[in-house]
């Protein structure tokens, strides 16, 4: 395991998301896994932690997800920017090797079922808080988190230091068409 990988504090793990990053899903079902990237991903709540994430109809995660009961957010930085457009641009029910086609290596944290992708900066594992209605209508699934993580290079005492680590770990922010931003320097008040 990665030696730069340590636990985030529960009450603070709305913060691996509160930028607004590009997220990383993944999940597993009856020996299946996959991961997809999701745009619309944020904290819900602080205590007990919350996230939402749309999952589209379409999407083979989805059928994990429901599935398992549980998902992992991970926030894969601009080290991963082809990583996270191809498994965000392909499906696994066209390709069933989607994951080795896009070079993807997952890992399992001890007591969890739910892969990890490794490399990433941030990861949360979330059980589906029930919601057949949001799900059904918006394709929004509510997660509690239950166990998260962050790289210590870019990710220590609580806060994001992206200002002082490599640029390849800054986190990655999906426009549209292929096209993303890297978060910039900080602005402090």
């Known amino acids: 395991m990665n030696p730069h990988i340590r636990p985030v504090e529960l009450e603070k793990a709305y913060r691996l998301l509160n930028h607004g990053p590009t997220v990383l899903v993944s999940a597993t079902h009856a020996g299946v896994d996959n991961v997809m990237a999701a745009a619309w991903a944020c904290a819900l709540d602080f205590s007990p932690p919350k996230v939402t994430v749309v999952l589209d109809k379409i999407a083979h995660t989805r059928c994990l997800v429901k599935g398992s009961g549980y998902f992992a957010l991970q926030v894969p930085n601009l080290a991963q920017l082809q990583l996270t457009q191809a498994v965000g641009s392909q499906s696994l029910a066209d390709e069933p090797d989607k994951l080795a086609r896009c070079g993807v290596e997952l890992v399992h944290m001890d007591g ?18 029930p919601e057949p209605h949001n799900q059904q209508t918006y394709d929004l699934f509510i997660g509690e988190v239950v166990a998260a993580w962050a790289d210590d290079r870019v990710f220590s005492d609580g806060h994001w230091q992206f200002e002082h680590a490599d640029p390849q770990w800054r986190s990655l922010h999906y426009i549209a068409g292929g096209h993303y931003y890297a978060i910039g320097e900080p602005a402090v008040v």
Do not use: R, Y
């Not at 969890?112 to 808080?129: M, Q």
């Open 112 to 129: 969890f079922e739910t892969p990890l992708v490794a490399g990433c900066s941030a990861w949360l594992i979330c059980k589906v808080l």
